[in-house]
């Protein structure tokens, strides 16, 4: 029996209205502690980044303009991407792709070295200091594995968080992006959508509608263990050369003591 086909999220970010319905549906589902709930000074925002008590995070962005405040507003999430470089690092096999293509920690393998912290391009995964392990969103894999979406695009009022085969959803983005360039949103644009870029593509992309770095992400994400292999090839070459050294050096000795 094959796989299911590999499943994701499309963000449509020009449709969301910021009412964090996500943030609360992920936290109820997955039983993600409460991480504050005081406001940060950064408009509506009470949460700041994405982190291991944070799986949906919705970002508030105030732009002055000549006819007032253009607001934008975007729920960001793990990226789940093609070439995850936490499970690069991961030592105990904690963390794992899954039949649906997302990428998923166990809980009771992890055993809280946190080297999937610096690893992640994006600044997703981080240990929970009440037990010291790595969290982050699973893509609700128990829903999924049950026939069901993901608890925050269903409790999404306005389906700016769409949930479906990562393929199908790529279409679909493409044709919106062309939709908004129609009715004059020039700058509506997709973010981690193409299997070409520096991770291979993202499990979870979107439309944005200003540059990247204006809603906290990387304005072009690179695998962190992208340069590993010749990392060690280059250690093993200096390694057999420094070997090799050592051993001249010892036959030359041996050599002059016969001498």
Known sequence: M???????FFTDTSVCIGCKACEVACKEWNAVPEDGLDLLGHS????????????????FIEQPRDTGIRWLMSSDVCKHCTHAA???????GALFRTEFGTVVVQDDICNGCGYCVPACPYGVIDRRPSDGGAHKCTL????????????????????SIQFGPLDELRERAAQR????????????RLYGESPDDGVGGDGA????LDDPEVYGLPPDPVVTTRDLPSMW????????????????????AALGRKK
């Open 205 to 208: 992309f979107f439309l944005l």
């Open 44 to 59: 509506y925002d009470n949460t700041g980044a994405l982190g291991a008590s944070t799986w949906r995070h919705v970002a």
């Open 177 to 188: 992006v062309e939709d908004l360039h129609e009715e004059g949103v020039t700058e509506a």
């Open 86 to 92: 936490c499970l690069d690092v991961c030592p105990t």
């Open 140 to 159: 609700c894999y128990d829903r999924l594995g049950a026939g069901m979406e993901p608890a925050c695009a269903k409790a999404c009022p306005t389906d």
């Open 233 to 252: 090839r280059h250690a093993g070459a200096a390694a057999a050369s420094v070997a090799a050294g050592v051993l001249l050096a010892f036959a030359g």
């Open 2 to 8: 094959s796989d299911p086909e590999r499943v994701g």
